[in-house]
């Protein structure tokens, strides 16, 4: 066990126990096992670089705090955070929306992220429903234009 490995650890677990996160907590969020979460804390393993994205998102903080304690701890609650990772100004809707999931508990954004997540399948479906309906009739030579 190298001694990077237990620092980085020691980190992901003191900061996972600030939140107040369970291992299963962390499952729920990133899909890293409570097994390899063990190993990672205990610093028997390295994440990998999939699990240190999840990671420093859920535990907000930088990948680079994660691996060298060196960088800060983000405020999720900022909105600017994603317009740095995305490259995209919000409205203050979005930011509203944002705000409001970021304060709730993290098994309820989970629900909040999977009612979106079936909100947006239903609407892309239609989209795709009526477009493919839309082709039939310029096919059929019966299209109308709007």
Do not use: C
Not at 30 to 43: F, Q, V, Y
Not at 49 to 68: E, F, G, M, P
């Amino acid at each position: 066990m190298d001694n990077i490995d237990k620092m980085v650890g020691i980190r992901i677990k003191t900061r996972r126990k600030e939140l107040n996160l369970t291992q299963k907590d962390v499952y729920a969020a990133t899909g890293i096992s409570n097994g390899n979460l063990s190993e990672i804390e205990r610093g028997n393993v390295l994440p990998s670089s999939k699990a240190l994205v999840s990671l420093s998102k859920l535990l907000q903080t930088s990948i680079d705090w994660i691996l060298t304690g060196e960088a800060s701890i983000i405020d999720n609650n900022s909105p600017e955070i994603s317009n740095i990772e995305y490259g995209l100004k919000l409205n203050e809707s979005e930011e509203l929306i944002i705000f409001m999931l970021r304060s709730l508990p993290l098994e309820e954004q989970l629900d909040v992220k999977n009612y979106l997540r079936a909100k947006v399948a239903k609407y892309e479906k239609s989209e795709l429903s009526s477009t493919s309906n839309h082709g039939k009739n310029v096919m059929d030579g019966n299209s109308e234009i709007a």
